[in-house]
């Protein structure tokens, strides 16, 4: 389990400072590479 972290300057679109994401780090099967999927949580209103 990791927690990366990313640093959005205030320039930066709103939704990505503001949003809540989770990801999924999945390594390749040789080890040279991994694959990143990232997921935008939203709430239903």
Do not use: I, K, N
């Amino acid at each position: 389990l990791t927690s990366p972290s990313f640093e959005v300057g205030a320039d930066g679109p709103t939704w990505l400072r503001t949003g809540v994401f989770v990801g999924l780090l999945r390594p390749a099967p040789d080890g040279s590479a991994v694959h990143v999927q990232v997921f935008r949580l939203a709430a239903a209103g």
